[in-house]
């Protein structure tokens, strides 16, 4: 696979006082195929945050690599990640965090231009505008500022910011989840159509897994700061083979009310543990429907089950083919 960015082995901890340490990521080993989708599932705190900002060199991992268009950048210093940063952008959750209140979109969006692009006031001004058109707003959306936009408008100017500076790669933290429904769908195309267009690499960081699947070439899942299950999209979203995806899938409604009524659905018994104690053997197995014996004392590691799809469970292979929710839990 040709990657554009790369973490082998990753461990991301955090401090939290004497002798507290948060394991947030813990051995990733993933690739980001380059100009392709990579979404990163899972809940909140299951580590995918951090290992995104990990990935951008924001955070220092305690172990492991992480490699940049080919170059290890695991120990580069401020200065030098300084000047790989254009090359690297987020679109966050919040747009607001990216576009300053107190002035314009228009400005905000000039901003970076100037700065890095050393671009005179009226060029940045008008290349502000062309990235707001090519994320569907009007040109007039320069002349406003930030609270004056919906949802949607903010979340469509802050990919505009975003993209200013012609990044290669795009990591896009939770872009949908504080949009209504109808919106989401709309900003996930675009942020599709982007990638295409402007031949991006982009990870984009979910909860909704369907979603997510159908704009992505390959998806990841994440559970209490490892990677249980990566591969082809369809793939993945047709035979899962770990049963925490099996469980994530089920909990999105089908469109059609007739089997929305009657599908199975799988509830997980209680919260995912916490990452300061993660279970023993499989993390998941205080919740697994499956578990067996070996689950609670044996990890399962991350291994190939079909062709570029890996799955950590013991028994990923081994169940009858396609997982669907109703095979393995009989629903
Ligand atoms: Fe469940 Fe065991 Fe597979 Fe973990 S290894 S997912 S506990 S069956």
Redesign the pocket.
Known sequence: MNALVEARALVVRFGLGPGRRLTAVDGVDLAVPRHATLALVGESGSGKSTLGLTLLRVHRPAAGRVLFDGVDITDWDERRLRALRPRMQMVLQDPYASLDPHVTVGEALAEPLRACRGLGRAAARERAVELLESVGLPGSTAGRRPHLLSGGQRQRAGIARALALEPELLIADEPVSALDVSTRAQVVALLDELRRRHRLTVLLIAHDLALAGQVSDRVAVMYVGQV?EEGPAPDLIRLPQ???TVALLSATPDPDPRIERTRPRITLRGEPPSALRPPS?????PR?P???D??AVSP?PLREVRTGHRA?????GELESPVTPTRIWGG
Do not use: K, L, M, W
């Not at 053997?281 to 197995?285: S, T």
């Not at 950590?312 to 990923?316: E, K, S």
């Open positions: 249980v770990h049963p925490y053997g499989c993390r998941f197995h697994c499956i578990a067996r070996v689950c399962p950590a469970c013991h028994f990923a």
